[in-house]
């Protein structure tokens, strides 16, 4: 297993334009999150699975933005109408939650928006 | 939203001296995590502690954790170059095996060694 692995790892897109990152967990972790991160700030709580289902969503992230996880294994974050606001790194990250919860992380998605 | 809060915000120390974070956090919490991230890259976790534990060492790391003052400090000893990075807390709020047990991160400590 070589990690948790996201895609692309740089998306450049024009303001209005949508746009889909992957996530490819580690295989036996049944947790996923996603968060974004701004520069100079921690990483912000966007969503997380359990296996397929999604248990919380942000009450700050606009309905612009869906995850899904439809198989309980790779993850896909969609953001329609990209703004400028939503330029940041987009983090995802894995566990196996019967074993505390340690995360594991992916290398991120950098989004620019234009 | 953000749970943890980090203090200092930056810290710039010698090289060989020890380096100490702390963080304060607002609701009840089943542990506690630590975590490094290198400029540009993904965070690496570097220490749990959970709720019923107040002491946690890791080679050069000590973590200890309040759960009567609701906060937690990471001591870096010897510290090296390598040590440079930003360190977050992040902890797991709810009850075990309640489905509200994210992880929420704090803004972070920006550590700087000095050679």
């Known amino acids: 297993d070589t990690g948790v692995s996201q895609n692309p790892r740089h998306k450049i897109t024009k303001r209005g334009q949508n746009v889909t990152f992957r996530c490819d967990p580690i295989s036996e972790h049944n947790r996923l999150y996603w968060y974004r991160q701004t520069l100079g700030q921690g990483p912000e709580f966007l969503t997380y699975?359990?296996?397929?289902?999604?248990?919380?969503k942000s009450r700050l992230l606009s309905d612009r933005f869906s995850a899904e996880r439809p198989k309980g294994s790779f993850s896909t974050l969609e953001i329609q109408r990209t703004e400028q606001g939503d330029s940041a790194m987009y983090l995802c990250?894995?566990?196996?939650?019967?074993?505390?919860?340690?995360?594991?992380f992916g290398s991120g998605t950098q989004l620019s928006v234009l | 939203s953000q749970q943890g809060e980090e203090d200092p915000q930056a810290l710039s120390i010698q090289e060989g001296e020890n380096a100490t974070m702390n963080c304060s956090y607002k609701?009840?919490?089943?542990?506690l995590q630590w975590y490094r991230q290198n400029s540009g890259r993904g965070l690496v976790h570097l220490i749990l502690i959970r709720s019923n534990e107040r002491e946690k060492h890791s080679g050069r790391l000590r973590v200890t954790l309040d759960t009567s003052k609701k906060s937690s400090s990471l001591l870096i000893t010897a510290s090296r170059a390598a040590d440079t990075a930003s360190y977050f807390c992040a902890t797991a709020q709810g009850l075990t095996m309640n489905r509200d047990d994210k992880i929420i991160f704090g803004k972070g400590t920006r550590l700087h060694i000095l050679p």
């Open positions: 990250a894995s566990s196996f939650k019967a074993q505390g919860e340690k995360l594991l």
């Open positions: 699975f359990q296996n397929e289902a999604q248990l919380e």
């Open positions: 609701t009840s919490i089943n542990n």
